[in-house]
């Protein structure tokens, strides 16, 4: 539940993220611009650091089941 939750959050995040960094843009606001970016990459980092952590998990379900 909470991975459904984490993808859905992160997924609205990149798109909020894109649409400030083109709204900022647009207005010639760069702190909006950048704004957008950040939560646009925090996204990123965010959903690299669940698949990550996806893995190990499987891995050591993995190693428990060779036991």
């Known amino acids: 539940m909470a ?3 984490n993808k ?3 997924a ?3 798109v909020v993220g ?5 709204f900022g843009k647009v207005t010639g606001s760069e702190k909006t611009e950048l704004k ?3 939560q646009s990459k925090k996204a990123d980092l965010k ?3 669940d698949d990550t952590k996806e893995k190990i998990a ?3 379900n993995d ?3 060779d036991k």
């Not at 894109?18 to 083109?22: D, F, G, L, P, V």
């Open 8 to 10: 859905i959050e992160n």
């Open 3 to 5: 991975d459904l939750k």
């Open 58 to 60: 499987k891995k050591i």
């Open 36 to 38: 957008g970016k950040i």
């Open 47 to 49: 959903e690299q650091f």
């Open 12 to 14: 609205k995040d990149k």
């Open 18 to 22: 894109k649409a400030k960094e083109t």
């Open 63 to 65: 190693m428990d089941k």
